[in-house]
């Protein structure tokens, strides 16, 4: 199993970006997905998750309302779309296969991690 994201990249607070993250090795379109971060100094802490279908979808409170997950199963690649962006969400993001087909919100529940690609929000 591999999981390549990419995406991420220097972006001003108020603006957009657009993650992705490529899953080979194993049935994509049968386990949930999810994206966590990890800001500097702090632990990895979860961002969103779908389940195998795209829905439903969870989304820490943080980022509710500015970010969407979706997934293309025919592409075997999950997505996070970020809109308005702040400083506060600078961090390595990690997309991560689910141990299950339903949506997981804890690390515990994920069986395989990608790289991380690098988000940073600053003016």
């Known amino acids: 199993v591999q999981l390549q994201a990419s995406g991420g990249g220097l972006v001003q607070p108020g603006g957009s970006l657009r993650l992705s993250c490529v899953a080979t090795g194993y049935t994509f379109s049968r386990y949930g997905m999810g994206w966590f971060r990890q800001a500097p100094g702090k632990e990895r802490s979860f961002v969103a998750a779908?389940?195998?279908?795209?829905?439903?979808?969870r989304y820490a409170d943080s980022v509710k309302d500015r970010f969407t997950i979706t997934r293309d199963n025919t592409k075997n690649t999950v997505y996070l779309q970020m809109n308005n962006l702040v400083p506060e969400d600078t961090g390595v993001y990690y997309c991560?296969?689910?141990?299950?087909?339903?949506?997981?919100?804890?690390?515990?529940?994920?069986?395989?991690w990608g790289q991380g690609t690098q988000v940073t929000v600053s003016s």
């Open positions: 991560a296969q689910g141990s299950y087909s339903y949506v997981a919100t804890d690390a515990s529940q994920y069986a395989y």
């Open positions: 779908q389940s195998f279908s795209g829905v439903p979808a």
